[in-house]
């Protein structure tokens, strides 16, 4: 592999991301399944780099799980999108940064769409003031959440406890990132190191100590398909997608994965315990999963968080043989206490 | 029912999606859905493309248009910049519209997705909400998962959520005012007749197989009888 060659065309899939001053909107899956990430998230940026990240409780769902089930229309969805971005107007801000990449995904194409078709956008405003009496202002940035960390990615690494090296060999670990596939792939230029050559967890793997694995089904869907795990008689096509990753990134063992979707790593962390139970198949060392982690996970990690303050004992697969690679210390007695 | 052709042009979504498709096949080649089920996306683009009407009604009643997991990783890829996801959003749309969906195993998933989805966002305000997530629909959640479902407020507040509480934070309350938009929203774009139009059809089919709502729920949730799959 030419790494310089891959390099230079990273550069050019870099976007400027501003550091501060941004409207938060959480994420439906993340909130449930992960929700200790968007915590550590906000207490990164507001307590440990005192930036200005705003959230109100009056934000919802922006609805792109059922658009992107098809059981809402496009009109209804953008109107919901306006919504959120009349209470970013409301509460003074311009920039806007989404934890979860189906809505970052959705976001783009909203705004992308109303660009070429305005006659859509005054319909939609229409909408919006008929039936909540509010206007809005199009956000001037639009950011996903780890696009926040991977500016951050460094100042991370100053106030860093761990690194994500083997403790015994000294080695950096190897991680396999998974960037969701509605990050970048609808629209390249938006995303940190576009659909091809995905930076943005990759920045902050290098950041924090570790090594990137480059595997063939890399940018393969993990599987959601959204109808295709939200109905049960579908669930064939989410774990074959997921199986068809795994089998691909075996053979170069990495020792833990990275994500930034709010779907993704909830499958590529319980399929693989169905695989086990299906087939007895494991894919880490010692008969042990790979662990999966959000990239906030990490970033705590690094900094020296306890795994079950960063909700690790939310995982099916079990995060303890990363942990012990590093030689983070934790007490094991402690992780299902409640 | 007016020309197919013409209503799905009238989707923003179908004409992003078409521009001419060169029938090269990236996109079948790339895509998740065409390597699991009987599905290729390029047949897709290269019939709505042709404007037979016969040839569009019958993929709005067939099983070929649900089997897409809208990854959109054909969209990149397209060298002339297609998007064969878009242009199943749009299928779809007008399968729900016309009624159309009703002929096929994979379409009246709809009723199943429609009754979970939009009922979490009218009722709380999010499209996923715990505790209507349940282990026993979803046995993949693991023992780890049935440890957070039997124990689920305790979790939560372990971890720092704000579950169903005032103010922001994780999984908060979204407060009556809020939700009240969320439904007037779905009233006035099409939401609401959306969920009627699927619920309708969906009725009359579950009483034509002699069950009731509930059970027909359930069979469409997990049951399928027809080979889909490559």
């Known amino acids: ?71 809402i229309p496009q009109e209804t969805v ?22 979860c990449i189906t809505s970052f995904g959705l976001y783009t194409e909203i705004l992308d769409t109303w660009h070429h078709f305005p006659e859509l956008e005054s319909k939609i405003r229409d909408y919006l003031w008929k039936t909540t009496k509010r206007e809005f202002q199009k956000p001037e940035y639009l950011a996903h959440a780890s696009d926040v960390v991977y500016k951050l990615r460094n100042k991370i690494a100053s106030q ?4 994500l090296v083997n403790k015994d060999t000294g080695e950096p670990l190897k991680v396999v990132e998974h960037i969701g596939c509605h990050y970048s792939k609808m629209f390249p230029s938006k995303g940190v190191g ?27 869907c993990c599987g959601f398909g959204f109808r295709q795990y939200l109905v049960q008689a579908n669930r064939g096509y989410s774990i074959s997608n997921t199986h068809k990753k795994f089998e691909s990134m075996a053979p170069f063992k990495p020792d833990m ?82 | 029912m007016g020309k197919l052709f013409d209503r799905l042009n009238e989707d923003y979504r179908f004409r992003e999606g078409l521009n001419a498709c060169i029938n090269c096949g990236t996109c079948t080649a790339i895509c998740p859905a065409a390597e699991f089920y009987k599905y290729d996306p390029r047949i897709i683009t290269d019939t709505v493309q042709s404007k037979n009407e016969e040839a569009i009604e019958e993929l709005l009643k067939g099983d070929t248009i649900w089997y897409c997991g809208e990854c959109m990783s054909c969209v990149t890829r397209c060298p002339r910049k297609n998007a064969p996801g878009l242009i199943i959003m749009a299928l779809r749309s007008l399968s729900m519209d016309t009624g159309l969906f009703i002929h096929s195993e994979k379409g009246r998933q709809q009723y199943a997705l429609t009754v979970a989805l939009n009922n979490n966002i009218l009722n709380y305000g999010y499209c996923v909400y715990p505790r209507t997530f349940k282990y026993k629909s979803h046995p993949e959640y693991g023992p780890v998962g049935k440890w957070i479902e039997e124990n689920l407020e305790a979790v939560h507040k372990k971890v720092g959520s704000n579950l169903d509480g005032d103010g922001p ?12 938009e969320l439904k007037d929203i779905f009233d006035a774009t099409g939401a609401t007749k959306r969920m009627e139009t699927i619920e309708m059809y969906s009725i009359e089919r579950a009483k034509a197989l002699g069950m009731s709502r509930e059970e027909y729920l359930n069979h469409i949730f997990t049951t399928t009888l027809k080979e889909h799959h490559r």
């Not at chain 1, 953008?78 to 934890?99: C, D, P």
């Not at chain 1, 880490?284 to 790979?290: A, K, L, R, V, Y």
């Open chain 1, 194 to 220: 576009g659909a091809e050559y995905p930076y943005v967890l990759t920045g902050m793997i290098e950041a924090w100590g570790g090594e990137i694995v480059d595997y063939p089904e890399r940018r393969h």
């Open chain 1, 160 to 163: 860093a406890k761990y690194k």
């Open chain 2, 169 to 180: 934070g994780i999984l908060r309350k979204i407060p009556d005012e809020d939700l009240k």
């Open chain 1, 257 to 338: 994965i990275i994500t930034n979707c709010p779907g993704c790593p909830y499958f590529l962390d319980r399929w693989q315990y169905v695989i086990k139970e299906m087939e007895g198949k494991t894919y880490g060392e010692n008969g042990e999963g790979i662990p999966v982690f959000t990239y906030e996970e990490v970033a705590g990690l690094v900094l020296g968080y306890d795994p079950w303050y960063l909700g690790m004992q939310m995982h099916q697969t079990a995060v303890e043989p990363l942990l012990d690679k590093i030689g983070i210390k934790y007490n094991k007695e402690e992780k299902y206490l409640l």
């Open chain 1, 1 to 71: 592999m030419n790494i310089n060659g891959k390099k230079k065309i990273w550069s050019e899939y870099q976007k400027e991301i501003p550091e501060d001053h941004y409207f938060y909107v959480r994420s439906c899956i993340r909130q449930n399944f992960f929700p200790a990430s968007e915590k550590l998230f906000l207490e990164i940026v507001r307590e440990r780099l005192s930036l200005d990240f705003f959230e109100t409780e009056h934000h919802t769902t922006c609805g792109g799980i059922a658009y992107h089930s098809d059981t």
């Open chain 1, 78 to 99: 953008m109107t919901i999108v306006a919504r959120q971005f009349a209470l970013m107007t409301e509460a003074g801000y311009k920039n806007y940064v989404a934890s």
